[in-house]
């Protein structure tokens, strides 16, 4: 099953945790950029940065009385975890093959560089998985989302939706110190198009959360589309990335949510309040 038997965790901490927690990150992360201003920061930094995240979301739970391994999804989960996760990305391939077949801009029909190198890619996608995408989801998805869910009234259809809003918002602004101490760009037309597209992938992957309370899942996609694997040479035009962002990201909670419901596995917080709606509604 892909999802797991996983419940709303019960916090025993207030408001203040979840704000001090976000806090820190952002000052421990503005500090590091500071250190290391490069585009690409060393491999040693974002592992030490991998290890932090972690261990501040485990810290904090503790302090929330919540065992962190009781949110982890069994390692049984991971079949269909990547079977999901394969046809989201056999779908997307066979759309990228079919444009650069037509000779549509943007798209080359010759080899990219996944599939030229794939051991390289590999590694690149099981180092981002390990240190970056499995760290902040564990951190924005299994805590501060069901931490604010929790606060806004628990399963309720809204308290969920307030959860995974809020989360995304947060995972939006998580990324300003890097756009103006690394990158150093200013307030701009471009910042608000690089939160809104951030807030949009937010939006996905807190979704998709909800949807199956997989870590590994929303983890596995958020590290493929950091590397995405793709068979062509795909070049979006940057007028053109928030327009492809919804796009892609429309489309992966839609496929997570179709299998969720076509397995029978529909206990999730978003399916459950729409089925709760819909009695209430006589629909």
Known sequence: MLRPDIGLPRFSGGPLVPVVTYLLVIVILS?????????????????IWGVFLVALTVGTLRIETVSPRSLLP?????????????????LYNLVAVALATGGISGFE????????????????????????A?????????YLQQKFTRLAGGTTHRAVLSGVGLAAVLFALFHL??????????VSSGLAVRLLGLTVMGLAYGSVYALSGNL??????????NHPPFLVKVTVPSELHLV??????????????????????????LTRSRREMSASTGE
Do not use: C, K, Q
Not at 120 to 132: E, R
Not at 134 to 142: G, S, W
Not at 216 to 225: D, K, N, Q, T
């Open 134 to 142: 499995i760290p902040e989801e564990f951190l924005f998805r299994t």
């Open 216 to 225: 590994w899942l929303v983890a596995l996609f958020h590290a493929s589309m």
């Open 177 to 186: 110190p890097r756009w103006f101490l690394a990158s150093g760009h200013g």
């Open 109 to 132: 029909a010759s080899l990219s560089r996944t599939a030229a190198h794939p051991l390289l890619y590999l590694a690149a996608l099981f180092s981002s998985l390990l240190f970056t």
């Open 31 to 47: 500090g590091l950029v500071t250190i290391s201003p490069s585009a690409s920061p060393p491999p040693v930094l974002g592992m």
């Open 244 to 269: 492809v962002s919804v796009l892609e990201n429309t489309v992966m909670v839609a496929l997570v949510y179709l299998t969720v419901r076509l397995s029978g596995d529909d206990s999730s917080p």
């Open 74 to 90: 069994p390692v049984r989960t991971l079949v269909p975890v990547i079977g999901v996760v394969i046809v989201f990305w056999g």
